[in-house]
């Protein structure tokens, strides 16, 4: 058979751009699909008809023909599996705050959450559809047995939660530790406020270990962070916030994180006063608490999407991510829009080759954001400009509606936060 030269170029150009890389989530379909759910708050569930209690000390199972309701603080301890079948629903109960429905996993306990995409495990609030709000009940806590970065004299113990102490340590030597699965979960209305910065989160996972699997989970109108990471070491995908109060995702105390192919999506009405980042990332919360011999906290993001969907954000939409110093980020193939800034670093951290060498964006499409990078050390930023070199982070700066950005934003039905292919429409 004769191949022309038309027919070589064609196939050449045609190679070309299905070798581009990506940015933002990808997927053949819209992985959204089905499991999730964006209106929360008109979604009708039956009501409990059994009360869960703790502590649970031995292997049990939820069943999908019952509703539960989790009115207190739940620990799975002793070694115990707690095995949810697909499409059960859990509802947490308010009560006050040392009651109020918290699902807490101990160390060498698990949880075996696996729903599927047409049957997803559902964590929501006890309350009626018309009056559910952020911060109905309390979250899910996991703990394991992988490294942490505190030093030794300090006892790794989730004071911030108001957990019983006994059973609320983390961390050890197994980076391989196994805390369960998380699979194809819906996590609504969390985020107990208990004191001034005192919360629980949506999901905390501190020290997990990475033969713990954590994909498709979505965190919806959290009152605390959506995911929080405290040390440990593990691989995520398939992860979404949608309208958090505080941080989207949270990491700490030497955490190594993989997070792939996941969203956070905010509005400025839900972010709350402070100052609620898609990204926090720190290594401790104390140099003196930290054992500076261990691993700094690392975060390797890839095809992640960071979307404010409401343009006009009045400023109460801030920083994407916020880097403080010591810690470690590699931020790939992504997208960031509509925020004031894609990414502000800590005043510690200056410009020097071995900061450079802690922080690393490549390829990252930078949509109508008014600043690209800046120092919370404002004299840095004339020179952070230049930092290391824009064109060979590869930083596509936009200036797109996001409408027509990403194939669908309409939150009343299911969204597709995929770019657009039409590359004359998603990259003019």
């Given at each position: 058979?004769?191949?022309?030269?038309?027919?070589?170029i064609?196939?050449?150009?045609?190679?070309?751009?299905?070798?581009?890389?990506?940015?933002?989530?990808?997927?053949?379909?819209?992985?959204?699909?089905?499991?999730?759910?964006?209106?929360?708050?008109?979604?009708?569930?039956a009501?409990?008809?059994?009360?869960?209690?703790?502590?649970?000390?031995?292997?049990?199972?939820?069943?999908?023909?019952?509703t539960?309701?989790?009115?207190?603080?739940?620990?799975?301890?002793n070694?115990?599996?707690?095995?949810?079948?697909?499409?059960?629903?859990?509802?947490?109960?308010?009560?006050?705050?040392?009651?109020?429905?918290?699902l807490?996993?101990?160390?060498?306990?698990?949880?075996?959450?696996?729903?599927?995409?047409?049957?997803?495990?559902?964590?929501?609030?006890?309350?009626?559809?018309?009056v559910?709000?952020?911060?109905?009940?309390?979250?899910?806590?996991?703990?394991?047995?992988?490294?942490?970065?505190?030093?030794?004299?300090?006892?790794?113990?989730?004071?911030?939660?108001?957990?019983?102490?006994?059973?609320?340590?983390?961390?050890?030597?197994?980076i391989?530790?196994?805390?369960?699965?998380?699979?194809?979960?819906?996590?609504?209305?969390?985020?107990?406020?208990?004191?001034?910065?005192?919360?629980?989160?949506?999901?905390?996972?501190?020290?997990?270990?990475?033969?713990?699997?954590?994909?498709?989970?979505?965190?919806?109108?959290?009152?605390?962070d959506?995911?929080q990471?405290?040390?440990?070491?593990?691989?995520?995908?398939?992860?979404?916030?949608?309208?958090?109060?505080?941080?989207?995702?949270?990491?700490?105390?030497?955490?190594?994180a993989?997070?792939?192919?996941?969203?956070?999506?905010?509005?400025?009405?839900?972010?709350g006063?402070?100052?609620?980042?898609?990204?926090?990332?720190?290594?401790?919360?104390?140099?003196?608490?930290?054992?500076?011999?261990?691993?700094?906290?690392?975060?390797?993001?890839?095809?992640?999407?960071?979307?404010?969907?409401?343009?006009?954000?009045q400023?109460?939409?801030?920083?994407?991510?916020?880097?403080?110093?010591?810690?470690?980020?590699?931020?790939?193939?992504?997208?960031?829009?509509?925020f004031?800034?894609?990414?502000?670093?800590?005043?510690?951290?200056?410009?020097?080759?071995?900061?450079?060498?802690?922080?690393?964006f490549?390829?990252?499409?930078?949509?109508?954001?008014?600043?690209?990078?800046?120092?919370?050390?404002?004299?840095?930023?004339?020179?952070?400009?230049?930092?290391?070199?824009p064109?060979?982070?590869?930083?596509?700066?936009?200036?797109?509606?996001?409408?027509?950005?990403?194939?669908?934003?309409?939150?009343?039905?299911?969204?597709?936060f995929?770019?657009?292919?039409?590359?004359?429409?998603a990259?003019?």
């Open positions: 058979m004769k191949v022309n030269n038309l027919t070589l064609c196939l050449a150009i045609s190679m070309s751009l299905s070798a581009q890389t990506k940015k933002g989530i990808i997927g053949d379909t819209n992985w959204m699909t089905n499991w999730t759910n964006f209106k929360p708050g008109t979604a009708e569930y009501e409990p008809n059994e009360v869960l209690t703790g502590p649970i000390t031995k292997d049990t199972k939820l069943v999908s023909t019952k539960y309701l989790l009115d207190s603080r739940v620990y799975v301890t070694n115990a599996t707690l095995t949810i079948e697909p499409g059960t629903v859990i509802r947490g109960g308010i009560g006050d705050i040392d009651y109020c429905g918290t807490i996993i101990t160390k060498g306990a698990k949880l075996i959450a696996e729903g599927t995409a047409k049957a997803p495990i559902i964590f929501t609030s006890e309350k009626p559809a018309s559910r709000k952020p911060g109905n009940w309390g979250g899910i806590v996991i703990m394991g047995n992988a490294p942490i970065n505190k030093i030794k004299k300090i006892k790794p113990v989730l004071r911030d939660f108001n957990l019983d102490s006994t059973y609320a340590t983390y961390g050890g030597d197994k391989d530790d196994n805390s369960g699965i998380l699979k194809y979960i819906r996590i609504e209305y969390t985020g107990k406020k208990i004191n001034g910065s005192k919360e629980i989160n949506a999901l905390t996972l501190a020290g997990v270990g990475k033969n713990t699997v954590i994909n498709n989970v979505q965190v919806s109108y959290s009152n605390a959506a995911f990471f405290i040390g440990g070491e593990i691989n995520t995908n398939n992860l979404i916030s949608y309208r958090s109060d505080d941080d989207d995702f949270d990491f700490s105390e030497g955490v190594q993989t997070i792939d192919n996941s969203i956070a999506i905010r509005h400025p009405f839900s972010s006063s402070g100052n609620s980042r898609c990204f926090e990332i720190d290594s401790y919360e104390k140099t003196e608490n930290a054992d500076l011999t261990k691993k700094l906290t690392n975060v390797k993001a890839n095809n992640v999407t960071f979307v404010n969907i409401e343009e006009n954000n400023g109460l939409v801030r920083e994407a991510i916020y880097l403080k110093e010591n810690a470690n980020l590699s931020f790939t193939n992504s997208v960031v829009s509509g004031s800034t894609m990414a502000l670093l800590g005043e510690k951290i200056t410009l020097t080759p071995e900061n450079f060498s802690k922080i690393a490549k390829n990252i499409t930078i949509n109508r954001c008014k600043e690209n990078l800046i120092s919370e050390e404002i004299g840095f930023n004339g020179k952070l400009k230049y930092w290391p070199d064109a060979a982070m590869e930083f596509e700066i936009t200036t797109v509606p996001i409408a027509e950005f990403f194939n669908s934003i309409d939150i009343k039905n299911i969204p597709d995929r770019v657009k292919q039409n590359p004359m429409v990259n003019k």
